[in-house]
C-alpha cells in the first residue's frame, strides 16, 4: 500500500492515523473473506448437498431416480440372462449325463462295452462225444430266459466270444464255432445277471443240466459275486435298418 | 502487508473453529467470498498501479459481497437462484483473472 505524499508532518500523522483506521477496517474485512473462505472449503468438503438448493435437489433426486430405474431394469435383464444361461447349462449337463449313462447300458446290451458284476461261472467238459452246438444254444437261451444280462463264451485256449444279437452257434470237426470263433471243450461261459435264478434256471429237470449230462458231458456251476465279461462284440452299423421316428 | 497477515488469521481462525454455516447463509456464502476476492485483486491490482485507495477499497469490498448476495437472493426469490449465481461466478471470474492479469504484467512484466 502506497502511503499517501504528504508534506507537513501535521497532515502526515493525520494521514496515518487516517491510514490506520482504514488499514485496520481493511484488515478486518480480509480477517472475515479469510474466515468466510476456510469456512466455506470446509462446509464443501464436508457435503455439498445441505447448502443445495432446492431445486437442485429435486433435480439431483429425479437423476437418481432415473439412473436406479435404468439399474433396476439392467439387474432385471442380467438376472433372467442368468437365469436362462444357468437352466441351459443344467438341461445340457442333465441331457449330457443321461446320453452318457444310456449309451453305457446299449453298449453292455450290444457287447460293445465290457462289464462287471454278479453272475454265473459254467464249465462245460465234454465226455466221449463232442457236444453238440444246441447244448450250448440251449444253455443260453436259459441263461437269457432268466435274466443274463451280458454272457461270454470262451475255452482255455483264451478265445472268447461276447454273446450278442446276432450270435450264432455251429459244429465243427474238433468243437463248436460261436460267431466263427472255433472253440473246443472245455467251454467257460461267464453270465452276469442274478445268480440263484440262472442256476435254478440250469438246473431245472429235464434242463440244460439234465440234457449236458446225457449227452455226455460235465457241467459245474460256480456263483460268484463278482465276474467279468471282457470279451467285446465290432459294432456293426446297420446297413439296411434305420432309425424310425 | 497488515492485510496480508490478517488474511492468514482468519483462515486460520476458520480452520480452528471450524464453525458450521447456517442454512440461511448456504447459497450466499460462496458467492460472497468470490465478490469479497474480486474485491481484494482489484485491490491488489490497484496497489500495484499506485492508485490504491482505501475507501474504495472498503467500499468496493463491502458493496461487492453485498450486491452478490441480493442478486443471488433476488435470484432465489424468483427461481432462478442457481442460474444467477452461476452468471455472477462466471462475471466475477472474468474480472478476477483480468486482475490477475494485469497484476502478472506488474509483477513479471510480462
Known amino acids: ?245 | 502487508m497488515i492485510a496480508a497477515v490478517a488474511l492468514v488469521v482468519g483462515l486460520v481462525l476458520g480452520v480452528i473453529l471450524r464453525p458450521t454455516v447456517p442454512i440461511w447463509l448456504q447459497p450466499y456464502l460462496p458467492i460472497m467470498v468470490v465478490a469479497a476476492l474480486d474485491a481484494v485483486f482489484g485491490g491488489l491490482r490497484a496497489s500495484l498501479d499506485g492508485i490504491f485507495d482505501d475507501k474504495v477499497f472498503v467500499i468496493s469490498f463491502v458493496s461487492n459481497v453485498a450486491v452478490a448476495a441480493i442478486i443471488v437472493f433476488l435470484g432465489d426469490q424468483l427461481g432462478v437462484g442457481g442460474q444467477l449465481s452461476t452468471g455472477v461466478v462466471v462475471v466475477l471470474g472474468i474480472r478476477i483473472f483480468g486482475n490477475v492479469a494485469a497484476i502478472r504484467r506488474h509483477v513479471f512484466r510480462a
Not at chain 1, 56 to 67: E, F, G, K, N
Not at chain 1, 76 to 90: D, F, P, R, T, Y
Open chain 1, 1 to 245: 500500500m502506497k502511503l499517501p505524499a504528504v508534506a507537513s508532518p501535521r497532515s502526515f500523522s493525520a494521514g496515518l492515523r487516517r491510514q490506520g483506521r482504514a488499514g485496520l477496517l481493511i484488515a478486518v474485512l480480509l480477517a472475515l473473506l479469510g474466515f468466510a473462505l476456510a469456512v466455506q472449503v470446509r462446509s464443501n468438503e464436508a457435503s455439498a448437498l445441505p447448502a443445495a438448493r432446492q431445486e437442485d435437489l429435486v433435480r439431483i433426486l429425479d437423476d437418481l431416480s432415473a439412473r436406479e430405474t435404468r439399474l433396476r431394469a439392467e439387474i432385471n435383464e442380467l438376472q433372467v440372462a442368468q437365469a436362462k444361461i444357468s437352466a441351459s447349462g443344467n438341461g445340457t449337463d442333465a441331457a449330457l449325463q443321461e446320453a452318457r449313462q444310456r449309451t453305457a447300458d446299449l453298449g453292455v446290451l450290444a457287447g460293445t462295452v465290457p462289464a462287471h458284476g454278479p453272475g454265473l461261472s459254467l464249465t462245460l467238459t465234454e465226455g466221449n462225444r463232442h457236444v453238440a452246438a444246441e447244448v450250448l444254444l440251449d444253455a443260453l437261451e436259459e441263461l437269457r430266459g432268466a435274466g443274463a444280462e451280458a454272457v461270454q463264451f470262451g475255452d482255455n485256449s483264451g478265445r472268447r466270444v461276447r454273446v450278442g444279437a446276432s450270435t450264432w452257434f455251429g459244429d465243427t470237426d474238433s468243437g463248436v464255432a460261436v460267431d466263427g470263433a472255433h472253440l473246443k471243450a472245455p467251454y467257460l461261459i461267464i453270465a452276469i445277471g442274478d445268480p440263484a435264478t440262472m442256476a435254478a434256471a440250469l438246473n431245472i429237470p429235464g434242463g440244460v443240466t439234465d440234457t449236458v449230462r446225457q449227452a455226455g458231458a460235465g457241467l459245474r456251476i460256480d456263483q460268484s459275486r463278482l465276474l467279468v465279461v471282457s470279451a467285446l462284440r465290432p459294432l456293426q452299423a446297420p446297413q439296411y435298418a434305420r432309425p424310425a421316428k
